[in-house]
């Protein structure tokens, strides 16, 4: 305590506003209580320090065996039981139409479900249906694995409601197998049933349709057989012979050689 | 009675009764009213914004046609403008006040620069002005507790500097030779905030680090805002007034060091378990996990202490406003601190995560925990720097159960659908719009919890409104009559 | 074995090493003496310990 | 613990210890990371990732500028962890290397609407984008995603015809006969922001799973 502050202070310098001169009167404001006399400096409990020990414990267990080796490249902190390698679509009987249904599963959900929804029934007005859509049911796949090779544009009755939106093309998104996959999901979900489709389908149709750029229509689709086609006989009835000679000039030499080596098969 | 005098005598003669001592706290009071007073009704008045804006998102998360056509009052928007309200206008506001007062009465000297620190107070006040119209303007930097605008942050951190350095003096010119626990934690705080965020500041605006970096120091910081900044300042608060209201020294001196230390090396490892899942090497998680989980040292301590200084007190609850509050806030403090070891457990996390748990969470710690205690401070600290009692006890009674009730209807609904929201998104059959829509109760009792707060906000404003006429006015005596009839009368009758 | 880790063991030893000697420094130097003192900080003559304050609510019926 | 320098010296030694751990550190392991090099199926090299330009990165600015992180996250937790995997919201988790050249990181901590790590392979139809920005309702019935009209321009159909960008609005959303509702440059570069995030490159650290062979 510094010896200045045993002079007495004026208390009306230490107010701003000199209102009050009698400390004790000013002080009486905020004086209200009530007898009750206690201090302490209780020692530590025994049970709160055994505790914090075995907490201590814990952490040094919990650090070593959960930190990864502190590597920068190690995100999963199980790696010392890391979890089997994730396998999409592995084991489900031997039933291919399971099989696929199981691989399409999460490809529906990327690709499909934003706008097609995750119960297929689509968007009233906006997004059509799948659960019992002709087009998806039809006979053969040969429609639907163009639409979901290249997209569709314009009108398109659907379940006799009609739509006008723009489907992507996911011929660069998905691998043969995908589509295949994910089309017998679609074709076998929502309680749709129909028939599986085999990677070598969708193969052949997406190389006889390789020169195609626009997303369909569905005047354009009207004209595809529903089904039959084998290699290379998938082109579609639609097609000119021009358009077929400008899609072959569009094609890679290789794949021309390709081409012409299955058909000659 | 003879432990009273027992202890009496422990104290340094100067302490005794004369007028000099007298004359010296009434010194240290009215030395920090101005400055106190203006960060404490500038912050409420942050807090009047901030709740509307508050309400406002909260309506939007329900209805999102909501004020939709105004690109400035987008939700993302709305949202952050208000995080930053209520933070750096209201809470940190109200817990400078707060802290300079504890400061000058515990160090026993006058403040130093009352000036200088309102003008401080000015700029913190313009900076903010600033900062919120540049978010909602569509200047913010996504950054979450980070979202001012890089071109407001240095006069905040100029003022921060201001009044931190003149707190840090008072404490360097203290006239008490023993330090209580609430000055650790209040110098704590002080020296904490601006190296947090300074260095989220130069690492995250002014020369961004790479890549996921970035998350690990905005989570280090974010985290620590609260638990090196709100946190200490609230427990300064806590263990002041806790004693000082009932009368009695805290429980025991060993568990508050105990509690001080282990919070100082556990908490600012902390921040990290907001990225459990996330793209980061799984140590810095697993850290923070650790770090998490071992906060229950200090928690369990501090409880232990507050309560058993509380013990065979409780009565006091019913007269004082200070300890309602703070005792609910040291309550909330503890509920808070185990849910926040619960959601930092990565089998828990797994679930609440990305919820709205999480929101109930931050809720019940910065307005359960640090908003209650700084009322509960305001309450007995007002009128003695000030000279005037508070003009309405129904005012306070609104004041504590709109809040008190408001937040416990926040916080428990919105937790428990938070729960629900994760079960539901970690279930991939239920389609996440069906998750969304089953949120929506929940975000619509968060609205109603929103009104009730916002009613014990605009209570204590005009409470505190009232008082302060009186300030201006002319002095005014009944205040004593109005309220005490033991105090004063038995202090005189001797 | 990585820096990281090394810094983490190092601090292992380290951290306690400092705790134990700086907790024998303070009771050497009588940090710990006197706790009252320092307990009784927050109390002064206007609001002594032994009386309780700001109890202002729920007044009304005592007063009558 | 009356001695004031100790108290200062404990007080920083405690927060240099996780600014160290938490903040250094991390940077020290990951400020250095660099885009991985590999050679896919096709035998094409792919350095991933790159950093965005033009119309994406000003699109970056604007999901930035309408705070739309406070509802969506940009990460894929790990597979058996939570079930984004399952839900589509990515094939692999994200690592560190996936966010090498976000400025700012926007990792998100809610999930208030989906993730969109992978948002931009999961839905690269412009349109759906437009129109589910223009009014959410048209495309996800039921969503709590405000609408962002602000983003998009009114206007009487111009005599050369209707613009091709214009929306295909229908039902209760259609707009009078002779009017259009077209996007203004602000949605068109977010919906080119929202198109370039994608996470469908195999990274040593965390690799795409592998599609079992189903077709016999």
């Known amino acids: ?265 | ?494 | ?64 | 613990m009356n001695y004031g320098p100790l108290l200062f010296l404990g007080i920083l030694f405690t927060l240099a210890s996780s600014w160290v751990g938490l903040v250094l550190m991390p940077n020290r392991q990951l400020g250095a990371l660099t885009a991985n090099t590999s050679t896919n199926d096709t035998g094409v090299v792919v350095v991933y990732p790159q950093p965005r330009h033009g119309e994406a990165q000003q699109g970056a600015e604007h999901y930035r500028s309408l705070g739309c992180v406070y509802c969506h996250s940009q990460q894929v937790r790990p597979e058996g962890f939570g079930s984004d995997i399952e839900r589509g919201w990515g094939r692999r988790r994200t690592v560190s290397r996936d966010y090498l050249y976000d400025k700012p990181v926007m990792l998100g901590t809610s999930r208030t609407g989906p993730d969109l790590t992978n948002i931009g392979e999961r839905q690269s139809s412009h349109d759906w984008h437009y129109s589910h920005l223009y009014n959410p309702q048209i495309t996800s019935k039921g969503s709590v995603m405000p609408p962002y009209p602000f983003l998009f321009e009114k206007r009487r159909v111009p005599a050369s015809g209707p613009s091709s960008d214009a929306l295909k609005l229908s039902g209760e959303f259609a707009v009078e006969d002779g009017w259009e509702v077209v996007p203004r440059p602000q949605a068109r570069q977010l919906v080119e922001y929202l198109r370039s995030l994608k996470t469908t490159v195999d990274l040593p650290e965390a690799p795409l799973p592998k599609a079992a062979a189903v077709e016999e």
């Open chain 3, 1 to 64: 074995m990585n820096v990281i880790a090394l810094i983490l063991l190092g601090s292992v030893v380290v951290v306690p090493a400092v705790a134990l000697w700086s907790l024998h420094w303070a009771s050497r130097t009588g940090e710990f003496r006197l706790l009252n003192r320092a307990a009784l900080l927050p109390f002064d003559d206007e609001e002594p310990v032994g009386q309780a304050t700001d109890q202002i609510l729920n007044r009304g019926g005592d007063r009558r």
């Open chain 1, 1 to 265: 305590m510094s010896a200045d502050s045993n002079r007495p202070l004026d208390p009306a310098a230490a107010l701003d506003r000199g209102e009050a001169t009698d400390v004790v009167q000013m002080h009486a404001a905020v004086q209200r209580e009530r007898p009750e006399p206690m201090e302490g400096s209780e020692p530590l409990n025994l049970w709160l320090v055994v505790f914090i020990a075995v907490l201590l414990f814990w952490a040094g267990s919990y650090l070593t065996q959960y930190s990864g080796g502190f590597r920068a490249d190690e995100f999963s902190e199980n790696q010392i039981n890391p979890a089997p390698p994730p396998v999409v679509g592995g084991s489900g009987g031997d039933d291919p139409v399971t099989k696929a249904v199981k691989a399409g599963t999460p490809l529906y959900v990327t690709y499909c479900a934003p706008c097609h929804q995750g119960d297929g029934n689509g968007v009233a007005g906006q997004f059509p249906p799948l659960a019992g859509s002709e087009w998806v049911l039809a006979e053969g796949p040969n429609r639907i694995i163009r639409i979901v090779l290249h997209g569709l544009g314009g009108p398109i009755t659907v379940k006799g409601s009609t739509y006008n939106n723009q489907m992507n093309a996911f011929r660069d998104s998905m691998d043969d197998v995908q589509i295949a996959n994910v089309v017998t999901y679609i074709r076998n979900s929502f309680g749709n049933k129909g028939s599986a489709v085999s990677a070598a389908e969708v193969a052949a149709i997406r190389t006889a349709t390789a020169a195609r750029v626009d997303p369909w229509s569905a005047a354009e689709l009207e004209g595809v057989a529903v089904s039959g086609g084998g290699e290379g006989a998938a082109a579609p009835a639609a097609l000119t012979v021009d358009q077929i000679k400008e899609a072959l000039k569009a094609l890679p030499a290789e794949d021309l050689k390709t081409l012409l080596q299955d058909v000659a098969k």
């Open chain 2, 1 to 494: 009675m003879s432990s009273t005098n027992t202890l009496k005598a422990l104290m340094p003669g100067d302490v005794q009764s004369d007028p000099a001592r007298r004359a010296m706290l009434a010194e240290i009071d009215a030395s920090c009213r101005v400055p106190v007073l203006f960060f404490v009704v500038s912050g409420l008045m942050w807090l009047l914004l901030g709740t509307l804006l508050a309400l406002v998102a909260s309506i939007k998360l329900h209805n999102p046609e909501f004020l939709a056509a105004w690109e400035w009052l987008t939700f993302g928007r709305v949202r952050p403008a208000h995080l930053n309200t209520v933070i750096y206008g209201f809470a940190s506001q109200t817990g400078i006040g707060v802290t300079l007062w504890l400061m000058c009465r515990l160090c026993r000297v006058p403040f130093p620069a009352p000036g200088l620190t309102t003008v401080a107070a000015l700029f913190w006040n313009l900076g903010l002005t600033i900062g919120v119209v540049g978010i909602l303007v569509g200047d913010s930097t996504a950054i979450e507790w980070l979202e001012l605008p890089r071109y407001s942050t240095p006069i905040l951190f100029f003022s921060y500097a201001l009044v931190a350095v003149w707190s840090v003096i008072t404490f360097r010119l203290r006239r008490e030779r023993h330090l209580y626990v609430s000055q650790w934690y209040l110098l704590a705080a002080l020296l904490w905030f601006p190296w947090l965020y300074a260095t989220a500041q130069i690492m995250l605006l002014i020369e961004p680090v790479r890549g996921v970096v970035q998350a690990s120091v905005n989570w280090w910081f974010a985290h620590n805002v609260l638990g090196l900044w709100f946190t200490p300042i609230g427990l300064g608060a806590i263990y002041y007034f806790i004693p000082k209201v009932v009368g009695r020294p805290i429980h025991s001196y060993y568990l508050s060091v105990l509690g001080f230390w282990s919070l100082a090396l556990f908490y600012n490892w902390n921040g990290l378990h907001h990225l459990i899942g996330g793209p980061m090497p799984a140590w810095m998680i697993t850290v923070s996990v650790v770090a998490s989980v071992m906060m229950l040292i200090p928690v369990i301590t501090v409880a232990i202490n507050h309560h058993f200084t509380m013990v065979g007190h409780f009565g006091k609850l019913r007269h004082s406003p200070t300890l309602r509050f703070i005792v609910f806030g040291a309550m909330a403090y503890t509920l808070t601190s185990l849910q926040g070891v619960a959601n930092s457990l990565r089998s828990y996390s797994e679930i609440v995560h990305f919820t709205h748990h999480t929101v109930a969470h931050a809720h019940l710690g910065v307005y359960g925990f640090f908003t209650m205690v700084m009322f509960g401070s305001l309450y007995y600290i007002v009128p003695r720097i000030t000279q005037r009692e508070w003009p309405s006890l129904a005012l306070i009674s609104v004041h504590f159960w709109g809040c008190a009730l408001g937040l416990i209807l926040y916080v428990v609904p919105l937790s428990y659908g938070g729960i629900l929201q994760g079960l539901g998104m970690n279930d991939a059959s239920i389609p996440f719009l069906k998750v969304v829509e089953g949120t929506l109760p929940w975000l619509r009792i968060r609205t109603g919890a929103g009104l009730l707060l916002a009613l014990g906000h605009v209570a204590f404003v005009v409470n505190l409104g009232w008082l302060l006429c009186r300030v201006f006015g002319p002095y005014r005596k009944p205040v004593v009559e109005l309220f005490t009839e033991t105090g004063t009368a038995a202090v005189t009758a001797k």
